[in-house]
């Protein structure tokens, strides 16, 4: 049976830069609040012309350029996203076709913040069951168009960014070890966005009730997240025999620094073995897992042979843990070296003239009617 290496990563996060004094510019909050309750002192916006598709892009090419892999070699892509492009189509075939990944599969997957977990697992699953090679994983948003600028409770919590990993199959042992996935549907009403949905469909009314916005019970979601990250991320552990002693570094959802002590403490690991950007990132969903480790992996925190585990949890409410072994790109088996980034010509080309061919095929069909 295979194993499903990471091999490839990358993140793009957009550059504006929106601080907590900024924010206490629009609401009733200031840094301090924020500091003490969140760990958060600044969050990165999307400009306008900048949404999850073009933050995955970026993110996913960058995966693709350290895994020396071209886009034309990927089978399956899945993008994981609280703020999608649209319901449909998915944001992951918008991807498929801008970065010339001419024979992927490609879907989207909503698992909220958790969301990063569930599809490595699943891309993992695939290439461990010996179906696909390659496969590219992306957690992007743009939640910011999301949330009310006027609701202390959230706009002070979420920020904007990306980040993807490349999955390949190879016969040495290492890759994602284990991993465990849950839900609880009965707690949906705690964290929503109802709006524009089958349920709600836009109309004067949703827009007038806020119902296009993030709305957060903020407590019933702290609470349910300190009782689960300790526990699922030492369930995973379980799962592939190992312990906490085993482990180089647990990347956690970053919501809330308090959160992430609370881990902690439950798995009686010190605080330095944790890796935390939510102070300068803020929460960036499905992105932040990603964000967080590609961050360890450039400051040379997270080394080849590490083990870690990544945890979160989110809207749903899901939660999740995976454990992985960190090995890097797989030894070239030619000397070819690969430019993902010169695909991204070819593929707005070749989208073009698809399109150019499906206007032309149209006027023809029309006739013969
Ligand atoms: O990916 C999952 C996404 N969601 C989460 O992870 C959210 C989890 N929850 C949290 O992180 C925390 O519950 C929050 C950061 C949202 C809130 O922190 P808290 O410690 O639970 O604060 P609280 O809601 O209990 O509010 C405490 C006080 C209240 O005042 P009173 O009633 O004690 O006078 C609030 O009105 O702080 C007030 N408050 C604020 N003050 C300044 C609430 N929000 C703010 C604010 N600035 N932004």
Same mark, same amino acid.
């Given at each position: 049976?295979?194993?499903?290496h990471i091999t490839?990563?990358?993140?793009?996060?957009?550059?504006?830069?929106?601080?907590?004094?900024?924010?206490?510019?629009?609401?009733?909050?200031?840094?301090?609040?924020?500091?003490?309750? &969140?760990?958060?002192?600044? !969050?990165? $916006?999307?400009?306008? #012309?900048?949404?999850?598709?073009? /933050?995955?892009? %970026?993110? =996913?090419?960058?995966?693709?350029?350290?895994?020396?892999?071209?886009?034309?070699?990927?089978?399956?892509?899945?993008?994981?996203?609280?703020?999608?492009?649209?319901?449909?189509?998915?944001?992951?075939?918008?991807?498929?076709?801008?970065?010339?990944?001419?024979?992927?599969?490609?879907?989207?997957?909503?698992?909220?913040?958790?969301?990063?977990?569930?599809?490595?697992?699943?891309?993992?699953?695939?290439?461990?069951?010996?179906?696909?090679?390659?496969?590219?994983?992306?957690? &992007?948003?743009?939640?910011? !168009?999301? $949330?009310?600028?006027? #609701?202390?409770?959230?706009?002070? /919590?979420?920020? %904007?960014? =990306?980040?993807?990993?490349?999955?390949?199959?190879?016969?040495?042992?290492g890759?994602?070890?284990?991993?465990?996935?849950?839900?609880?549907?009965?707690?949906?009403?705690?964290?929503?966005?109802?709006?524009?949905?089958?349920?709600?469909?836009?109309?004067?009314?949703?827009?007038?009730?806020?119902?296009?916005?993030?709305?957060?019970?903020?407590?019933?979601?702290?609470?349910?997240?300190?009782?689960?990250?300790?526990?699922?991320?030492?369930?995973?552990?379980?799962?592939?025999?190992?312990?906490?002693?085993?482990?180089q570094?647990?990347?956690?959802?970053?919501?809330?620094?308090?959160?992430?002590?609370?881990? =902690?403490?439950?798995?009686?690991?010190?605080?330095?073995?944790?890796?935390?950007?939510?102070?300068?990132?803020?929460?960036?969903?499905?992105?932040?897992?990603?964000?967080?480790?590609?961050?360890?992996v450039?400051?040379n925190?997270i080394k080849n042979g590490d083990k870690?585990?990544?945890?979160?949890?989110?809207?749903?409410?899901?939660?999740?843990?995976?454990?992985?072994e960190w090995t890097g790109p797989?030894?070239?088996?030619?000397?070819?070296?690969?430019?993902?980034?010169?695909?991204?010509?070819?593929?707005?080309?070749?989208?073009?003239?698809?399109?150019?061919?499906?206007?032309?095929?149209?006027?023809?069909?029309?006739?013969?009617?």
């Amino acid at each position: 049976m295979p194993y499903a290496h990471i091999t490839g990563w990358g993140i793009s996060v957009p550059e504006p830069v929106l601080t907590n004094d900024d924010i206490a510019k629009m609401v009733d909050t200031n840094d301090e609040w924020i500091r003490d309750r &969140t760990g958060i002192r600044e !969050r990165h $916006i999307a400009r306008e #012309d900048e949404f999850p598709s073009t /933050l995955g892009i %970026d993110a =996913a090419v960058k995966a693709l350029q350290v895994a020396n892999l071209a886009p034309t070699e990927i089978d399956l892509i899945i993008c994981t996203s609280s703020s999608p492009e649209y319901i449909f189509p998915a944001t992951a075939c918008i991807i498929q076709d801008q970065i010339g990944a001419t024979k992927a599969g490609a879907f989207d997957l909503l698992a909220a913040c958790s969301g990063f977990i569930y599809a490595t697992n699943m891309a993992a699953q695939a290439i461990r069951s010996g179906s696909i090679k390659n496969a590219l994983v992306i957690g &992007t948003e743009t939640l910011s !168009r999301f $949330i009310n600028w006027k #609701d202390r409770n959230t706009c002070i /919590l979420f920020g %904007d960014g =990306a980040g993807a990993f490349v999955l390949q199959a190879s016969e040495k042992p290492g890759g994602v070890l284990s991993a465990v996935m849950h839900s609880d549907g009965s707690g949906a009403d705690s964290l929503t966005l109802l709006g524009g949905g089958a349920r709600h469909p836009a109309t004067e009314t949703t827009v007038h009730e806020g119902k296009h916005y993030v709305q957060m019970d903020g407590k019933a979601v702290f609470r349910f997240a300190t009782r689960v990250m300790g526990q699922a991320a030492k369930e995973a552990l379980d799962l592939a025999n190992l312990t906490t002693n085993d482990i180089q570094w647990i990347v956690p959802h970053q919501a809330n620094y308090r959160i992430i002590e609370t881990a =902690a403490k439950y798995l009686k690991m010190p605080m330095d073995k944790f890796v935390i950007n939510v102070d300068r990132y803020g929460n960036t969903s499905t992105a932040s897992i990603p964000i967080a480790t590609v961050e360890a992996v450039q400051n040379n925190q997270i080394k080849n042979g590490d083990k870690l585990v990544f945890v979160g949890f989110g809207a749903g409410l899901t939660w999740g843990a995976l454990v992985a072994e960190w090995t890097g790109p797989l030894p070239s088996t030619s000397r070819r070296h690969v430019h993902p980034e010169q695909y991204r010509f070819f593929a707005r080309l070749r989208s073009f003239v698809r399109r150019a061919l499906r206007f032309i095929e149209g006027l023809f069909s029309r006739r013969e009617l």
